[in-house]
């Protein structure tokens, strides 16, 4: 195991911890907590799937695809917010094309993520195809996304008392969850196979 693999997992698992403290202030002072807790996690985390992984080759991989993920997720949920801010509007039509917008745009950059780190390709032959076949499966990856956070904010609407700006990060949260179960499979056994 890298250091680097430390250092990512520590980063990302920091950032998210600010994000869920911005976004529960409200709640609890004691969200803060997980400014600590979080890349305590995420440290701990990496180096569980390691150990499994002298076994299970795939979860070490899973892990890594998962904290890029949870860096997509959050710039996803980054653009979505500064959207709902910008426009002050968090439900409707408007939230379905300002999820879509967010989703590509935090898209965008996770194939260098997922092809250089979580899948350790670096196979320059054949990337035209590849990048081809990486924007198909994050399009259906797309749909899954934009479908299951839609039908929870305008179908379901907010639930347990929430606000539409809190219901719409869970339902954000709640769409990238469901999007992580096809894209790293079809990314593992279709885009990055080996």
Do not use: C, E, H
Not at 4 to 31: E, G, R
Not at 51 to 80: H, N, P, R, W
């Amino acid at each position: 195991m890298k250091n680097l693999d430390f250092i990512i997992s520590i980063i990302i698992s920091f950032l998210t911890a600010v994000y869920f403290s911005f976004l529960f202030d409200s709640i609890s002072p004691y969200i803060w907590g997980l400014l600590l807790v979080f890349p305590i996690l995420g440290a701990l985390g990496i180096w569980i799937a390691y150990l499994i992984s002298k076994k299970y080759l795939f979860i070490y991989q899973f892990a890594k695809f998962a904290l890029i993920g949870t860096m997509t997720a959050l710039v996803d949920l980054v653009i979505l917010n500064l959207l709902i801010f910008a426009f002050g509007i968090a439900v409707g039509i408007s939230f379905t094309i300002f999820k879509t917008i967010s989703f590509l745009i935090a898209f965008s950059t996770k194939y260098f993520g997922d092809k250089f780190w979580a899948f350790t390709d670096d196979k320059m032959i054949g990337i035209g195809r590849q990048i081809g076949m990486f924007f198909g499966v994050t399009l259906v990856g797309l749909l899954i996304n934009v479908v299951v956070a839609s039908l929870m904010v305008n179908w379901l609407g907010p639930q347990f008392g929430l606000s539409n700006k809190v219901w719409a990060n869970i339902a954000g949260i709640s769409a990238s969850l469901a999007t992580i179960i096809w894209n790293f499979p079809a990314y593992k056994y279709l885009v990055f196979k080996k």
